[in-house]
């Protein structure tokens, strides 16, 4: 069956846990996250009532579920993934029934056993630390009240139809693929807190991606634990790029086309759009020279 | 202009064997190209093709060449040219239409029917044998035809391809199954519809003005009115003072 996209809301009382969570879905071969946004509503009780309006159960039915939510941390951290494997069936009964892909009922059940909070019998309660749905129309409306106009269709965006770009990278017809010398790129990075932020250019050199391989790794996850989820959305994590940079190689097959994206700011100076993390392990492997995409 | 065999063009050519393709001016695909020159492909999938090319053009960026590349999806078109010190080497000119031509169109159909009727010649890759594939006989005529239509007027030494086609076309059976294949997938609606166009130009201003006059609202109307009004009976005393 086709890939679908599908979401997980990590609710305030299971964020002390949070990182397992996640972890929990890195691990599970058949998700792939892509995105990880930490929100504040500013209010829990409508958010949760809009977020379940397009679920197959009535809200109603929810409202005694989600009560507990009004006393935990207003904070929740939403993840979407894609289902590379659905496997979908009818389940529940009544007026409750639907189609859910079993997988992800399974996986949302597992955490829940896991994490949920016990009773003084340590036996599960159901003030569940995760809501999972993998209805591509839920995920979608999900976004849209997190403030992405086109829904999942900003996910499902190709900036360019023959090589590989990532959603977030601007649309793009004309590029070159040329080697240039590693000296000559640029990377932005987030400089300051989420009150007060600013993109800052440096040389590789000075990125914490490049100082986490050169033996500093205090510097990419303190960067990664201040600005993941807010600024920086997409999955990071120490641990993966550690394991990339062990199994790194660039431009290999399958990955051919798998350019690091960049765009000529000055004359012979590139700024890096996408591939920070492959240009630091570039760099940190002593190459002089590199095969980029400059996106025109 | 010299030859140069710094791209192995069969080093694309059998990345892309899997792809549905034929390679127009077959006589021009040697081991040996026109530096600066470029190479026609009219495919069912532009940008898998295009991505087979890049693949391999990643080893000539190695040795020093840049790949610039350009997508033109409307136009169903892709290139991709190699460039050494800043000079064209070579050029990939990739379509997934048979309908890039101005002067004379031919119908969407036909990409499936050139692509269906392909024929092969024989290459070899590092020892191993392999095909390229180009037109058949009598869609290498029509495209001839369809070129020489499309550029006869800015280059009078297509006309090369004329004499081409009647020199082929001796028997009756080549040229009866030449005109029905040009018959069957000329977009004859193309040619009226360019010639109605230019009838529309025709009229001129005033009746263009009468029907966005009949859009307007009454009261809009009668100012509109009252102004030309006013124009015209001061053109009129402009006319009759300059010939007093």
Redesign the interface.
Known sequence: MKEKYCSFIIWGNGLKCAREIIDEIRNNKNLEIKKIFTHRPRNVGKFVKRAYSKDYAPYRHLKAKTKYLKKSDPRIIIIIALNKNPKEKLLGGGDFQHIECELVKKFKEEIRDKFNPKDKNDCRTEEHVIHGTDSEVQVDHLLKLLGFEEGLEYFKKEPNPVISAPHHVPSFDNFEIKKVNLSSVFCNIIKGDLENFSLEKCSIENTPHYRFLAGDPGSYEEYLAKLGGYLLTDDYSAEKFKKMAKDFSYLKKPYETLYVLVKEFQPNKYLVLDGVHRIAILKFLKKKEVILAVVK | MSYSDKLNLDSFFWAARDQDYVVIKAPDFSPDYHEGGDIDIICKDK?EF??KI??V??QY??E?F????????EMER?YIDFYKDNKLEFRFDIYASVQSFKKIRLKKEYLDTLLKNKTKIARGYNGIKYSVYIPSEIDDLLLKYVEYVEWAEERPDKIRHLKFIASKISSDKTKLSFLDRLHSFLDSSYVEQKEGKSKEKGPGLKPRLKQRASRMKKGLKLKLYKLTKKLRVYNLYKKIKSKT
């Open positions: 940008n295009s991505r890049i693949e053009g990643n960026v190695d020093g840049e790949m610039r590349v350009s997508i033109k999806e892709a």
